[in-house]
């Protein structure tokens, strides 16, 4: 079992920026593909970002594409989403996740494991 606690959400201005971050534990981090997704109500879990295991190979939704950095720090178990430049249409409750098999991390499907999930809110 993987355990997955997000932190970092809160209300901020668009134009700000934001820093998630997301700590792991029960597995060896490093063999963990990890990944960002985020939701509003009724809607699907929409794909934000993803890293490899070893954070070589890094993927984007393009809405998000040179405003987002994700990241991580496999000596603190924890993967990061810099967020910058937000805007009103970034609000949603984010999701981190991790996946053993990692061999899709752009898709929901691809997790074994999920977090809590915190709220981001953009105001205009």
């Known amino acids: 079992q993987v355990q997955l606690v997000e932190s970092g959400g809160r209300l901020v201005q668009a134009g700000g920026s934001l820093r998630l971050s997301c700590a792991a534990s029960g597995r060896t981090f490093s063999s963990l593909g990890m990944g960002w997704f985020r939701q509003i109500p009724a809607k699907e879990r929409e794909f934000v970002s993803a890293i490899s295991r070893s954070g070589i190979s890094i993927f984007y939704a393009d809405s998000v594409k040179g405003r987002f950095t994700i990241s991580r720090n496999n000596a603190k178990n924890t993967v990061y989403l810099q967020m910058n430049n937000l805007k009103p249409e970034d609000t949603a409750v984010y999701y981190c996740?991790?996946?053993?098999?990692?061999?899709?991390?752009?898709?929901?499907?691809?997790?074994?494991?999920w977090g809590q999930g915190t709220q981001v809110t953009v105001s205009s």
């Open positions: 996740a991790a996946a053993e098999t990692a061999i899709n991390l752009r898709a929901p499907g691809g997790y074994e494991y």
